[in-house]
C-alpha cells in the first residue's frame, strides 16, 4: 500500500448512495446533507473513503493523541469541499465544531411510528424497565389506568415479565443460561439480559441461511433490532470464510425451545440434532434430504459386489455408485467424470464398508434435492442482503468464486473477492453489463473493487443475463 497520511473533508452527499460508517448509526445520507470524508489509501493505487454523518463522525485517536483539538482539526485539517466554503462561515463551522464535541451518533427512527429506536443492551433493558413501572403502576390504580393498558403491547408487557424473571440473577448464571442454549455469552449483565430475553420470546437463534454454517448474532448497536452472521472458521481450508446476513430479528431462524434449567443429556442430544438438520438451511430442505438420503441407500444396497481389494473391484464399484446415485447424489453431470470423483473416494476410503463409502461421498456432494433447497433459501438471502437486490445473483456468483479460491488454496484471491462482494451488496444502483466495468476504474469506481475484480464481475454478469 502507499504510504500517504489520512486526509478528511468536509462536502456535501453528490448522491444517496452512502451510508454513515459508524456501526451505531449505518443509516443512509441524504444526497445534500453535509457529511465528513475519511480518506485512506487503498490496496492498488487508488484511496478509500469512510463518509460519515457529521454527528456521527468518531475524532480521530491519532490526532488527539498529537495534540488536536476539535476546533483545530475544524480549522486547520478538514478540506472544505463545499461549493459555499461552509469553514469559511464562522457560524456554521461554530455549529460544525458543537455537533463533533458532542460525541454523540445520530439516533436511529422507526421508519413507522417515527420513535427513536434503542442503542445498545442498556437502552433495551431501561426501556423494558420503564415498561414494568407503568404496568406496576396499573396494578396500584386499577380501572382508571385503562389508557395505559391500550399504550403497552403483549410483547412489551412479555419482555418485562422475563426481565422480572432473571434481573436478579448474577452475570455467571446469566452467562450458564445462555451457554446451555449454544448462545453467545460474551458482555456485560445488560447485554445478557436482552439475549435472555431475546431468545425466551422468540427462540434459541439459529445456524445462518446464508453461508449455512456460521452462527447468528443480536446487533448490539441497534439494540437488537436486527441480526447478523460474520461467517465461519473453515476447518477444513484453515482459514476464515466472511458472510454477509443480516435481517430483522423478527425474521431470523428460531430453534425451540429455550431452557431456564440445564438440559439433560436427551435434551442436548435433541439440541445437537436441531443443529445438524438445520445444515439443510430449511425444514422442506431436511425433508427432502431425508427422502432422497433413504431412497439413494435402498439403490446401492441392490448393489451385490462391493470389492475395494483391487483395481478392477474398485473400477466397478465406481461405475455401480454412478448408476445408482446419479440424479440423486449432486455428482458431476458428465459419467466419466463422476466415475473419476467416486473413483477418487474410493481410493481414500478402500477399507470402508459400502454405508461408510456412500455417506463420503453424499459428505463431500451433497444431495442434488438439498442443494437445490439450499440455493434457493441462499437466493432469497441475497436478496434480503443487497440495498439493490436485483444485484443478489451477481452477490451470489463473486462469493462462489470467492469461495472456490479458497478451497484452491489461494487466500490472496479468495480474500479479495469477499472485499469485492461486500462492496456489491453495498451499492444501491443495479449492476449492468454496460456498467459493471466501470466499478473498477475512473470517476464510477466503488471503493474494494479493482479493474480486474470488475472484468470477472462483468463475465458474471453476462453469463447471468444470458
Known sequence: ?????????????????????????GQKID????????????????????????ECFPFPR??????????????????DNTDEGILNDEEKAAEIIALLEQKGCRKKVDAETGETLPQGASDVIDKIKRTAELIAQEDEDGPKS????????ETERAKAEILSMFSSKKVDELKDILRWNKQIVGGNKDTLLARIIDAKLNGRLGRCPSCLRGRIKLTEEDGGATVFCSGYFDEELQVRQSCFY?????????????????????????MEAQWEASKAGSAEAVAV???????????VSGIDEFDLSSGPGKKKASSDLVAAITG????????????????RILMMHSNSSKDEVLEAIIDEYGLKAVNEEQSKVKAKTATTICACPANAPVLEAIMELSSLYFKEGNANAGGTYTKVANAIKDLDYEITPDNAKGLGKGKTKVAGIGKGSAEKGRISMGTLCS
Open 146 to 153: 385503562k389508557k395505559i393498558k391500550t399504550e403497552i403491547s
Open 289 to 299: 434430504g431425508k427422502d432422497a438420503k433413504s431412497i439413494v441407500a435402498k439403490l
Open 62 to 79: 491519532k490526532l488527539k493523541s498529537e495534540g488536536e483539538t476539535v476546533q483545530s482539526f475544524v480549522e486547520g485539517i478538514l478540506e
Open 1 to 25: 500500500p502507499r504510504k500517504m497520511p489520512t486526509t478528511y473533508s468536509i462536502e456535501h452527499a453528490k448522491s444517496g448512495r452512502s451510508s454513515c460508517k459508524t456501526k451505531a448509526c
Open 328 to 343: 440423486i447424489v449432486d455428482i458431476p453431470d458428465d459419467e466419466a467424470k463422476a466415475r473419476m470423483a467416486i473413483g
Open 246 to 270: 443480516k435481517a430483522p430479528a423478527a425474521e431470523a431462524p428460531r430453534l425451540q425451545p429455550f431452557y431456564t434449567e440445564e438440559p439433560t443429556e436427551e435434551e442436548k442430544e435433541e
Open 31 to 54: 444526497k445534500g446533507e453535509l457529511r465528513i470524508g475519511s480518506s485512506a489509501p487503498g490496496p492498488g493505487d487508488y484511496d478509500i473513503t469512510k463518509w460519515y454523518h457529521v
